[in-house]
């Protein structure tokens, strides 16, 4: 099947928070409810009017099967370079091992590069060694240790 590429819509969010939601981590952290918390409605509102701020879907026959959040930084460090950031890369579990995932970093690195990012850069939780590994196959290099801190 061929996948398209496509910027998010206010529909596609249900689909969205179930792919997040759909890992030991994420289970944890988001809700599954019908109807969905307006929450997730605002959040992706704030997505959609950010300019530097790009959410992606992976849409396969009609059905969205993978998502991507791609953050253009703008800095100060590196000579004033932008960088790309990469957030909530996540393919249906029924999808997986299809090149859907590869697909999808495929189209943020062009676009980090088209927008003159100096580099990209994702995070990914230390438990999650099967999307470590993926990462790495893809040219990704481990190179900062993460830290966090939950309000």
């Known amino acids: 099947m061929s996948i398209t590429i496509r910027p998010a819509r206010r ?29 997730y409605f605002a959040a992706f509102d704030a997505i959609a009017g950010a300019d530097h701020i790009t959410l992606v879907v992976a849409e396969e026959a009609g059905r969205v099967v993978g998502c991507l959040q791609l953050c253009i930084l703008p800095g100060l460090s590196s000579q004033g370079a932008s ?52 990462y790495q196959r893809l040219g990704f290099a481990k190179s900062h240790f993460g830290m966090v801190m939950r309000f």
């Open 83 to 134: 960088r790309a950031l990469v957030e909530d890369v996540r393919v249906a579990t029924d999808r997986r091992s299809r090149g859907i995932g590869e697909q999808l970093l495929q189209w943020a690195i062009f676009e980090a590069r088209k927008q003159r990012c100096n580099l990209i850069e994702l995070m990914t939780h230390q438990s999650r060694t099967d999307a470590q590994r993926f």
């Open 11 to 39: 529909e596609d969010v249900g689909s969205i928070v179930a792919m997040l939601a759909d890992d030991h981590l994420g289970r944890a952290r988001e809700r599954i409810e019908d109807p969905m918390p307006d929450s």
